[in-house]
């Protein structure tokens, strides 16, 4: 199977958590598959929320069947976050004298990705030809656009599917997917991030993703080795 394989990373990143925001507005902790998608789409040019759409956005309609895989730099999964104060100044921001907004945000402190792509359709085959020849249409960012994003180390590899059984997993991972034992981990990593869009409201649909050190003792999906690294699909 080919894979697009590539290394994002940024000095800063901001992928908001709408649920929160009476005083600060918080991050989630790793970018997550609709960030992905949104970034994809503005790489090959189309349209994102702010164009009017029937159901979903263009860049969701046309790249929501693309499996991704995510494996965060760091051994543990975790970056250091930091609130970040700003001023928004347009002047209909705020009904403060002056029109100034205060913004205080959580953004992410040097974020690190390896991402993988399952090149298996038109559109992947697609951005994996946008990917390898360095060729975007809009810029691509991290959450927001003054976080641009920097991609490097793009390569188109092949990969095998390998049993699971006392295995590490180094990519983030749905905790239905994957039953670990988790008698032998040093750590684990765990969070809710969006994986979809809901077609009534397009508000994220979350699951409960985790990373562990822990050996695999079944998985639901395949799982592919690339080098000496094992990940898993989404």
């Known amino acids: 199977m080919e894979i697009l394989k ?3 990373k940024g000095k800063n990143a901001f992928f908001k958590v709408p649920e929160v925001n009476t005083y600060y ?6 970018i997550h598959k609709v960030a992905l998608l949104g970034m994809f789409g503005a790489i090959m040019g189309y349209q994102g929320y702010e164009h ?3 159901r979903y ?4 309609e046309k790249l929501k069947d693309i499996q991704i895989s995510v494996m965060p730099e760091p051994k543990h999964g975790y970056f250091q976050k930091k609130i970040q104060f700003y001023n928004n100044t347009v002047g209909y921001a705020s009904q403060e004298m002056g029109g100034n907004l205060i913004v205080k945000e959580q953004w992410l402190e040097q974020p690190d990705w390896t991402v ?6 038109p559109e992947s085959e697609k951005l994996a030809d946008f990917m390898a020849n360095r060729r975007c249409i809009y810029t691509p960012y991290l959450g927001r656009n003054n976080h641009l994003a920097d991609i490097g180390e793009v390569e188109i590899v092949n990969a095998q599917t390998v049993a699971c059984e006392e295995k590490n997993l180094h990519s983030l991972v749905p905790e239905d997917v994957v039953e670990f034992d988790l008698d032998e981990m040093t750590f684990k990593y765990g969070e809710f991030l969006p994986v979809s869009l809901k077609k009534a409201t397009n508000l994220y649909d979350l699951k409960k993703f985790i990373l562990t050190d822990a050996e695999m003792v ?4 395949d799982v592919y080795q690339i080098g000496e690294k094992n990940i898993v699909f989404y």
């Open 6 to 8: 590539f290394r994002l």
């Open 25 to 30: 507005y918080f991050t989630y902790g790793n």
């Open 52 to 54: 009017k759409y029937e």
């Open 57 to 60: 956005p263009e860049f969701y």
């Open 116 to 121: 993988c792509v399952l090149i298996q359709d």
């Open 218 to 221: 079944q998985c639901k999906k």
